[in-house]
């Protein structure tokens, strides 16, 4: 408490200084020039390494274009390095050999380690040959080279690298974020034995089972609408990304558009006009079809041979699930050579910045720069060229709430002891069972949808998983239980599992559960005065700053479409009136309330416009009408025997 004391104290005293001298007319600290900083990389890496375009045919005779740039040193001294590899659906700039980007490798760290940077268009993207499939499905049976799919696109592309690609040393490291993660997933899959280290990161895992398009049945709807907005299949013959306006949503107010857009299928009519493909796909499939399974990429995760380390953000917005998902499986069917890495970031939060602060919440030191410097650059040097002592731990994640990093054996730690917090009448939350039983209600209007946050935003924040929830608690349909101040520390690790006793008057509704940590009100603002914020590559971030007393930090939340609580293929309507049962995990935290803290658990049936609005009414709701949008009357059944809860993993 002191350090930060005197932390604050110094910026303080920082600011009146700058402020005084401003006042007496002498010039500020002059402020690093990004546009200056990233022409000096840009040209440390023409001066370091020669860059050489291959077409690369894979099996079935479709080529690849892929970019390779080579350190000098391999021409001129005869050196030798691994090959760093990433391959993506976003493209690979800038194109031509003459052109040179400001990065290569994870970070800048890499580029002046060394390696061979190898970075590849997939499959019909851009300069690529074939046809371009989203998240492409895994052919668990090839019978010949028509058989392709991304592992063995991969496999191909590695096989001609070493045999092509002077001065590689025959090891070759993978990575990638969201997209380009799936496609790092996919390189495990029967891998090349030259691929010897690999790092999903934020990886597309499982499209409908908690990453990009569906959470529990739910449709994430501003994010996806946005997406395939800007993300389109190429027309034509391979060639680079062209020009394009962005979309212009003729309001500020994201809330009031995709209010006024209706059902879902007014998406179409109105704004992709049946030209894309992915969204049709996206709203054509609202159960975990075979579309959906086809994808899911971790269910061929089996005898991996490569050493994994899985990197993902406690505040992913995307996919905060498929690191965790890959993980878990990958525990029980591969061998031990896995790293879960997780911390306070949103999505790819980790390869951008600092990482000091998400929104408005700080977490003390720069998270994302460790990072780069202590785990994912000492991996990959372990790996592909022997240095370090490959000392890994089972899991290495920072701890939100008390702002520290942890290294682990196991993961969720085997110390941690489920225990059960009960949702009671009044609003309270406690550790010991109500003895009475009951219900809180609300009426669920999805003409007035719940904000997902409490001001005017036009996109997805990708800071609303830190956002202040008190907006929401003040709402009448929303349901706010919370405990009495914490008389100790309480310290949260992996999932946090939702059991709810609920009914609606509908035949469907949605049930939203958010867990929160709620301030104490003499809470210091260490936050104010705000200093400028980093760069956001993937999406608009919080802008402003409050007070933190009284501050109620979303720690996580998701939502669960009623109809889904037998089963993600089948669904069933709800018998209108009568209590039933919804039980699905939240994804994994490590998250510590400080003496003092509130825990709090926030019911809600709508969550607008980060996931479309459930008509409350059994229905397939890409087809539904507006005539089908209903009231419902919510209850939350608690106390008693079979009341309602959430089951926390704690460490005492």
């Known amino acids: 408490m002191r350090i930060v004391l005197l932390a604050v104290t110094l910026s303080l005293l920082m600011w009146v200084v700058l402020t005084f001298a401003q006042d007496r007319g002498a010039a500020p600290a002059a402020q690093p020039d990004p546009a200056a900083a990233a022409a000096a990389r840009a040209a440390f890496i023409r001066e370091t390494y020669t860059k050489f375009d291959y077409k690369i045919p894979m099996r ?5 274009f892929t970019s390779v740039y080579i350190p000098k040193d391999v021409f001129t001294d005869g050196a030798t390095y691994p090959i760093m590899m990433q391959r993506t659906g976003y493209s690979i700039p800038p194109y031509g050999i003459d052109h040179y980007p400001a990065n290569l490798g994870p970070s800048e760290l890499f580029a002046r380690e060394k390696f061979i940077f190898v970075y590849q268009d997939v499959r019909g993207r851009y300069m690529s040959e074939g046809d371009f499939v989203t998240i492409r499905p895994e052919k668990a049976v090839k019978n010949g080279p028509q058989d392709t799919d991304e592992s063995t696109d991969t496999y191909d592309t ?16 993978v990575w990638g974020i969201s997209q380009p993660g799936f496609y790092a997933t996919a390189t495990m899959v029967d891998a090349h034995p030259a691929l010897v280290a690999v790092s999903p990161q934020a990886p597309v895992t499982d499209y409908y089972m908690g990453d990009d398009v569906y959470h529990n049945g739910a449709f994430m709807l501003a994010h996806r609408f946005s997406f395939y907005m800007s993300f389109r299949n190429r027309e034509g013959e391979p060639k680079p990304p062209q020009p394009s306006l962005p979309f212009d949503y003729g309001t500020p107010d994201g809330y009031d558009f995709y209010l006024k857009l209706g059902p879902l299928a007014n998406a179409d009519e109105k704004y992709f006009k049946h030209q894309q493909p992915m969204w049709d796909m996206n709203i054509g499939h609202p159960n975990y079809d075979q579309e959906w399974q086809g994808r899911a990429i971790w269910k061929y995760l089996k005898n991996v041979k490569p050493a994994v380390m899985l990197v993902g953000g406690w505040y992913d917005t995307e996919d905060p699930q498929g690191f965790l998902r890959q993980f878990h499986f990958m525990e029980e069917n591969t061998p031990p050579a896995v790293m879960l890495v ?3 970031w949103n999505h790819g939060g980790f390869a ?4 000091d602060r998400l929104g408005n919440v700080n977490f003390g030191s720069n998270t994302a720069a460790y990072y780069r410097e202590h785990i994912e650059l000492p991996f990959f040097l372990y790996y ?8 890994f731990p089972k899991a290495w994640v920072f701890q939100t709430g008390v702002n520290q990093w942890r290294k682990f054996g196991d993961w969720p730690p085997q110390e941690t002891k489920p225990t059960d917090l009960f949702l009671d009448q009044g609003g309270r939350l406690t550790w010991d069972r109500p003895a009475q039983a009951g219900f809180e209600g609300y009426v669920s209007d999805p003409g007035k949808p719940v904000p997902y946050v409490g001001r005017i935003v036009q996109g997805i924040l990708n800071t609303y998983m830190t956002e202040d929830q008190r907006f929401a608690a003040q709402r009448p349909d929303v349901l706010v239980f919370e405990t009495e101040p914490l008389d100790r520390d309480v310290s949260v690790f992996g999932p946090m599992q939702v059991d709810l006793k609920v009914s609606t008057s509908g035949t469907d509704s949605d049930f939203d559960v958010k867990v929160i940590d ?17 760069p956001a590559p993937f999406g608009p971030a919080s802008t402003g700053s409050v007070p933190m007393g009284g ?13 889904f609580r037998k089963s993600f293929e089948k669904p069933v309507p709800f018998v209108p009136g009568q209590p039933d049962r919804i039980t699905f995990l939240l994804p994994d935290v490590a998250h510590t309330w400080r003496q003092g803290h509130r825990i709090m658990v926030q019911v809600q049936s709508s969550w607008f416009p980060l996931t479309d609005r459930n008509p ?17 009357t919510e209850r939350v059944y608690v106390g008693g025997a079979d009341g309602s809860r959430i089951q926390l993993r704690v460490v005492e």
């Open 384 to 391: 592909l060229k022997g240095k370090g002592d490959g000392k």
């Open 352 to 355: 951008f910045g600092d990482g």
């Open 342 to 344: 997780a911390g306070p």
């Open 616 to 632: 409350q009414k059994f229905i397939e709701i890409p087809k539904a009408s507006a005539a089908d949008f209903q009231e419902a």
């Open 158 to 173: 590695i096989d001609w690298l070493l045999k092509h690609v002077p001065g590689n040393t025959g090891k070759v490291g």
């Open 551 to 563: 501050y109620e930090e979303l720690i996580r939340g998701e939502p669960f479409r009623g109809k």
């Open 518 to 534: 709620v301030f104490p009100g003499d809470y210091p603002d260490y936050n104010n005065p705000r200093p400028p914020s980093g």
């Open 60 to 64: 079935d005779g479709v080529k690849l």
